[in-house]
C-alpha cells in the first residue's frame, strides 16, 4: 500500500498511496446508477404508474443521469464556486426545482399518483440533461489539456 517509488521527472522519492484504477470506478458508478434507476422505474411501475414504457425510460433517465453525476459534476463544481459558477448552479436548481413542483401543480386534473411520476420524470429529465451539457462543455477542454 504504501511503496516508495521514484517519479520520473525529479529524484524527489514520495509514497504511493493505492488508488482504485478508473476503469473500476466507471465499473462502479454505472452499477451504482443502474440499480438506483432500476429501483425508481421499478418503484414507480409498482406504486405509482403501471406504464412499462413509461417505468422503463424513467429509470433510464435516472441511471443516466446519476452515472453522469458521479463522473461530471462531483469533480467539476465545488460549494466554493465563484458568482459567476453559482449562479447558473441556482438558475438551474430553480427552473428544476419551478418545473417539478409548479409546472406539474396540483391544480392539474390528475392524480397524486402520476403528478409524482411525472415530477420524477421531470427531475431524471433534468439531471441527464445538465450533466450532458457539462460534459459537452468540459470534454474538449479535458482532451486538450
Known amino acids: 500500500m504504501g ?3 521514484v517519479t520520473h521527472h525529479t ?3 514520495t509514497k504511493a498511496v493505492w488508488k482504485p484504477s478508473e476503469c ?3 465499473a462502479l458508478s454505472w452499477t451504482f446508477s443502474a440499480v438506483i434507476g432500476s429501483a425508481v422505474g421499478g418503484a ?3 406504486w405509482l404508474v403501471a406504464d412499462p414504457m413509461f417505468a422503463v425510460m424513467l429509470g433510464l433517465f435516472w441511471a443516466l443521469g446519476i452515472a453522469l453525476s458521479l463522473r461530471y459534476l462531483a469533480r467539476y463544481t465545488s460549494p ?3 458568482w459567476q459558477t453559482a449562479r447558473w448552479s441556482g438558475a438551474a436548481g430553480g427552473l428544476m426545482a419551478g418545473a417539478a413542483t409548479l409546472g406539474i401543480s396540483p391544480t392539474l386534473p390528475i392524480t397524486s399518483d402520476i403528478r409524482l411520476a411525472l ?3 421531470v427531475l431524471g429529465v433534468f439531471l441527464t440533461a ?3 451539457g457539462l460534459a459537452l ?3 474538449p477542454t479535458t482532451r486538450q489539456s
Open 80 to 82: 466554493g464556486d465563484d
Open 11 to 13: 529524484t524527489k522519492v
Open 137 to 139: 462543455g468540459l470534454e
Open 130 to 132: 445538465l450533466n450532458i
Open 3 to 5: 511503496d516508495t517509488f
Open 119 to 121: 415530477g420524477l420524470f
Open 44 to 46: 414507480t411501475y409498482a
Open 24 to 26: 473500476m470506478h466507471r
